[in-house]
C-alpha cells in the first residue's frame, strides 16, 4: 500500500512514523516532508505542494491514501478536488474545513446547534469594534476570523490592549487579509484541554485528552505560539469533564455536521476550557494538532492507518480505539527568538540512544547533517508509567540534543499558576 503524507512539520513526521508501523503500507511519499521525514522508515520526501501536482502525483504512482496535515490545504478544497478524481483522501470538504478556516462561521455553527461556547460578537467594521469594546468585561479574547498560524487570538486585560489587537488586525493588516474580519469574545479562565477525535460523519470517536503549553515563556508568559509542549493525557480531563463534553459539545457538533451536509470524514480536534462554569468549546480545528499529534499517537495502540480506513469506509461505529497504559510527554524545542525574529541554518546534534523520539519539524537534510530551518526545529517524546515519569524521560531526552540557541520551556505538564487557581476555585461544573 502506498499513502502520501500532506505537509512538512512535526505533526507529519509523527504521522508518518505512526503510519510505517502497518504491515500492509510499502512506500510513504511525505510533501514535502523535512528533515526527519526523509530519514524516516519507508519514507521518500517528494518536493511538491501545488494541489494539481499531487493529484498527477497521487494518480502517477497509484497512491492508494493521501492525508492531509495542516489546515491550509483543507480550507482551499483540496479534499474536493481529491474527490473529483476518485483519488482516496483522508479530511473534510472544503465547506467542512470552514469550521476552522473561518471563527466566524465556527461561532455561528456552535450557536446554531447548541455547542456550549463563550458569549461572542462578530465585527467587520473598526469603528463598531472600537466601541463595542468600550463596554467589555476584561479581560477580552480578540480572534482573527482566518488563519493565522495559531497566532491570532489575543487576551486583552484592558481597553489599550484592545484597540491594539482591533488595530493591528483590522488597520495594520498583521495576519495579511486573516483578521480584516475579527470576533470578540467572553473570556473564559481555567484549564484547558484538547480532544482530537475521528470521525466518519455519523459517529465521532474521542482521543485520549492533551495539555498543550501554547505561551513562548514558562509559567504561560508571552506570545502564543504554535506550541511548545504537552501532555497526555490531560490530569484534568476526568469522567465528569467527558460527560460534559460529549453532551454538550461532540453530540450537538455530529448533529451540526450531519444538518448541515458536511462531508467530513477526517479528524476533529476540540479546544476546550475546564472552567468554574462548566465545560466549553473554544475552537475546532480540522486536523490533527501539532505537538498534540506527536504525544497522542505515541500512547496509541491501535493501528492508525486502519483508523482512517474505517472513517472513508464509515464504519467507525464498530472500532474501539486501544490506548497504551501509562502517560506521554513531548517537548518542542525551538530555535531562540522564536516566535519572532530567529536565525537557522544551525548543524543539529543528536546523541545515540536517546530515550525519547525524536520529530523534526523546521529541519532540513543537507549533505547528510540535518540543519534548523524553522521557529519550532523539533520535538522529543517520552512515554512512562505515569506522568511524573514521562516528564522526566521526556527531559532527559532534551538533554542528548543540542544546536546553537536552542530554546524550550522547562516546565511542560505543570499547570499555570493562574489556571491552578481557577480550577481550584471551582466547586462544581454546572452540566447544562
Given at each position: ?7 512538512s512539520?512535526g ?7 505512526k ?62 478536488e ?5 483519488l ?23 450557536k446554531k ?42 487576551i ?103 444538518s ?19 465545560v ?23 493501528d ?17 480505539i ?111
Amino acid at each position: 500500500m502506498k499513502v502520501m503524507i500532506i505537509g512538512s512539520g512535526g505533526r507529519e513526521h509523527a504521522l508518518a512514523w505512526k503510519i510505517a508501523e502497518n504491515p500492509k503500507v510499502s512506500r510513504i511519499y511525505c510533501a514535502p516532508g523535512n528533515g526527519g521525514t526523509a530519514l524516516e522508515h519507508k519514507c521518500e520526501n517528494i518536493d511538491i505542494t501545488d494541489i494539481k501536482a499531487l493529484i498527477s502525483f497521487a494518480k502517477a504512482e497509484s497512491i492508494d491514501l493521501t492525508i492531509v496535515g495542516p489546515e491550509e490545504p483543507l480550507t482551499n478544497g483540496i479534499v474536493d478536488e481529491f474527490k473529483k478524481e476518485n483519488l482516496n483522501i483522508f479530511g473534510p470538504d472544503k465547506r467542512a474545513a470552514m469550521l476552522e478556516g473561518s471563527k466566524i462561521f465556527s461561532k455561528n455553527f456552535m450557536k446554531k446547534y447548541g455547542v456550549k461556547t463563550a458569549e461572542y460578537e462578530c465585527f467587520k467594521d473598526v469603528k463598531e469594534a472600537l466601541n463595542y469594546i468600550n463596554f467589555c468585561e476584561y479581560p477580552v479574547v480578540i480572534k482573527a476570523d482566518g488563519l493565522a498560524a495559531g497566532k491570532g487570538v489575543v487576551i486583552c486585560s484592558t481597553r489599550e490592549e484592545a484597540v491594539k489587537a482591533i488595530e493591528d488586525f483590522m488597520i495594520s493588516d498583521i495576519f495579511k487579509g486573516a483578521a480584516l474580519e475579527i470576533v470578540i469574545e467572553e473570556y473564559l479562565e481555567g484549564v484547558e484541554a484538547s480532544i482530537l477525535s475521528i470521525t466518519d460523519g455519523s459517529t465521532i470517536l474521542p482521543f485520549l485528552s492533551a495539555k498543550d503549553h501554547k505561551q513562548i515563556y514558562e509559567n504561560d508568559m508571552g506570545p502564543n505560539t504554535g506550541g511548545m509542549g504537552v501532555i497526555a493525557p490531560n490530569p484534568y480531563v476526568d469522567d465528569e469533564v467527558m460527560k460534559s463534553f460529549n453532551e454538550d459539545i461532540l453530540l450537538p457538533t455530529l448533529r451540526g455536521i450531519q444538518s448541515e451536509g458536511m462531508d467530513y470524514k477526517g479528524i476533529i480536534f476540540f479546544g476546550i476550557m475546564i472552567c468554574r462554569k462548566g465545560v466549553y468549546l473554544l475552537e475546532y480545528n480540522v486536523r490533527m494538532g501539532d505537538p498534540e499529534t506527536q504525544a497522542v499517537l505515541s500512547i496509541m495502540e491501535s493501528d492508525f492507518l486502519e483508523l482512517m480506513l474505517s472513517s472513508l469506509s464509515e464504519s467507525l461505529h464498530d472500532t474501539e480505539i486501544r490506548w497504551k497504559q501509562g502517560s506521554c510527554c513531548a517537548i518542542v524545542a525551538a530555535s531562540g527568538g522564536y516566535p519572532a525574529f530567529y536565525e537557522k541554518g544551525y548543524p543539529i546534534r543528536i546523541k545515540e540512544n536517546i530515550p525519547g523520539k525524536v520529530f523534526a519539524a523546521g529541519v532540513n537534510l543537507n549533505n547528510g547533517i540535518l540543519e534548523t530551518s524553522g521557529g519550532r526545529v523539533l520535538c522529543v517524546t517520552a512515554c512512562g508509567n505515569d506522568l511524573t515519569s514521562a516528564i522526566e524521560k521526556a527531559y532527559e531526552a532534551v538533554e542528548f540534543i543540542d544546536f546553537k540557541n536552542m530554546y524550550y520551556r522547562k516546565d511542560i505538564g505543570k499547570i499555570s499558576e493562574n489556571c491552578e487557581k481557577a480550577f481550584k476555585e471551582q466547586e462544581s461544573y454546572e452540566l447544562v
